[in-house]
């Protein structure tokens, strides 16, 4: 059994069959990181560069973190710190690290589709750590990771994406892989930040009511506002959308029921989220955040081992 | 297709197994048994349940591991891991390595690095079923034997256990 895809670009390539095979193999490599030595020998053999073109805190750390507990050699790549300021082409800049015999390129990047079109012309194994407002594949990976931890299922599940989903490559990555597992999705927010024919192409149903949405749904995956993303207002203030959008705790104890929070962070405490539900009983985020790394090992091991 | 072990005799080999590892580590105490994922684990359960008729079961630990993220062919094919569960810490303990077949001896390397991850044993010694003596590729020798055997690379030492393949038997193909 193997991956049937050379690169991990976004959920979209990948079928059922190999997200169970990451999902199964991150519980192993979830074990190994609560053994007092947390490594093991298996990319010894492999260096990996980290191209970070955009920032990051939680997703870099984590891959780096993943590279070295699989004893693998590890680069990182800062835009600031970069010739790319000079004006060096992304294929250039990656020609030149892979001359220094690197097996595996783990990127970010803010143009959507860059990760795909580095694949096209190099010959490494590539990894999306998030492409614009594409995809940001293994976020997704291990929030599915997590809620099968928390719940015990993937199949039958309910899950609310609220937030901007227009923008959140979050978002567009668990909508594919929810559905590949036969979970059922409902995308919520303010009707400027969801694309008009999401229901349609991706096979979720969109809510405008943020209570409603809770009440439904088992899960609540709950997103930033990519401002950096939005060239034009699309709703008036932050006030207004905590107001309409925020997730309060006096809300979720009205529900009647228990649901899930989850958030890939950064969160901005206040707006999306506030402070008692984030750091509340309901919210497993600090758990996604421990599964990435047994998530991103599950990756790399699966593609550095996909040759031959 | 020949047989090596039969019902009657795998039995008496388990058991057999069970007390000479009683024999040499009494009372269990200080000793912790460690089956080797996929395959081991058969033998092990067995070991295992001679041992509890014979001492307190509270005294018996036991745990499995899987060493496929140790492995020196990883490049060649892709293995896919199994659940490790050592509940308990190794430093200073002796330990058991109990699998089904030795043959080049390569598992067994694989699993003597991924035990340091628990702690440094006191010890650790070797128990196998079948033995394939003359097929090693590294100086690892077994501690405890069930049938030693000759046999030639091309041929295939299969073990068959009630709960998988509905028969206890071991074969040489």
Known sequence: MKLSTKHLLGIKDLNREDIQLILSTAEQFKEVLQRPVKKVPSLRDITIVNLFYENSTRTRMSFELAERRLSADVLNFALSSSSSAKGETLLDTVNNILSMKVDMVVMRHSASGAPHFLAKHIPAAIVNAGDGINEHPTQALLDAFSMREKLGKLEGLKVAIIGDIMHSRVALSNMYLLRKMGAEVVVAGPPTLIPKYISEALGVRVEYNLKKALQWCDVANVLRIQLERQNQPLFSSLREYNLAYGIKRKMLESLGKEIVIMHPGPINRGVELDSDVADGPYSIILNQVENGVAVRMAVLYLLANREN | ?173
């Open chain 2, 1 to 173: 297709m020949k047989t090596i072990l039969s019902e009657q005799q795998l039995a008496l080999t388990v058991k057999r197994l069970a007390h000479q590892i009683l024999e040499n580590n009494l009372s269990l105490e200080n000793t912790v048994l460690i089956g080797l994922q996929p395959r081991g684990i058969w033998l092990s359960d067995r070991i295992v349940q001679e041992l509890q008729k014979i001492v307190d079961p509270a005294h018996i630990q036991y745990g499995k591991l899987d060493i496929t993220f140790y492995r020196d062919d990883i490049r060649k094919s892709l293995h896919i891991a199994n659940a490790t569960d050592i509940p308990f810490n190794l430093e200073n303990r002796k330990v058991v390595l109990i699998d089904d077949v030795l043959y080049t001896g390569r598992t067994i390397r694989a699993a003597l690095d991924a035990l340091l991850a628990f702690g440094r044993p006191s010890k650790v010694t070797l128990c196998v079923l079948v033995d394939r003596r003359f097929n090693r590729e590294l100086p690892i020798q077994p501690d405890y034997t069930g049938k030693t055997i000759d046999t030639i690379i091309s041929q295939k030492v299969i073990v068959n256990w009630k709960e998988t393949n509905g028969v206890d038997e071991v074969v040489l193909m």
